[in-house]
């Protein structure tokens, strides 16, 4: 089956190899060359594509009683994703995760690998300061809105 037959999904582009990751580095998935067999993978990093540099600080999501919180909270308002200094990101953080809507629908997209624990793409866990905790990322969420078929990745 050559690409053009492969269904397209949306990987994060760390899982693919990509050092966009906030320390610079990589987490590439031991899945990549499987998911390359079954889909047509476009590499997206939400945190680069909103404007944030690499390295940059690590940031979580916030809500407004200082607990953290999922992306859910921030698209409702109720929460703010912070780097470790304090900066408010959650403009870049909606910034990316909408561009990458629009090409989700823009190319039909209906399947996304993303990774774990992550403030963008998270799904079911997010790694905070303290500790694990339960909730979506802000481009998971997104997805998830729109019916599409997320699945987490693990490094």
């Known amino acids: 089956m050559n690409d053009m037959n492969k269904p397209k999904a949306i990987i994060s582009a760390c899982l693919a190899g990509e050092k966009c990751r906030y320390d610079g580095g990589t987490k590439t998935t031991v899945l990549l060359d499987e998911l390359r067999k079954s889909y047509d993978l476009v590499l997206v990093c939400p945190e680069l594509l909103g404007g944030l540099s690499v390295p940059r600080e690590k940031a979580c999501?916030?809500?407004?009683?200082?607990?953290?919180?999922?992306?859910?909270?921030?698209?409702?308002?109720t929460a703010r994703v912070l780097m470790e200094?304090?900066?408010?990101?959650?403009?870049?953080?909606?910034?990316?995760?909408?561009k990458i809507m629009e090409?989700?629908?823009n190319n039909q997209i209906?399947?996304?690998f993303l990774?774990?624990?992550?403030?963008?793409?998270?799904?079911?866990?997010?790694?905070?300061?303290?500790?694990l905790i339960t909730g979506n990322g802000i481009l998971t969420e997104m997805l998830l809105m729109e019916g599409m078929d997320v699945r987490e990745v693990h490094e």
Request: charged fraction near 20%.
């Open 85 to 98: 200094s304090g900066k408010d990101v959650t403009s870049d953080f909606i910034k990316g995760a909408k």
């Open 110 to 112: 209906k399947t996304a």
């Open 103 to 105: 090409l989700v629908k």
């Open 61 to 77: 999501i916030l809500g407004k009683d200082g607990n953290h919180a999922g992306g859910m909270s921030v698209i409702q308002g």
């Open 115 to 131: 990774k774990s624990r992550s403030p963008s793409c998270g799904y079911g866990t997010l790694s905070t300061p303290n500790g």
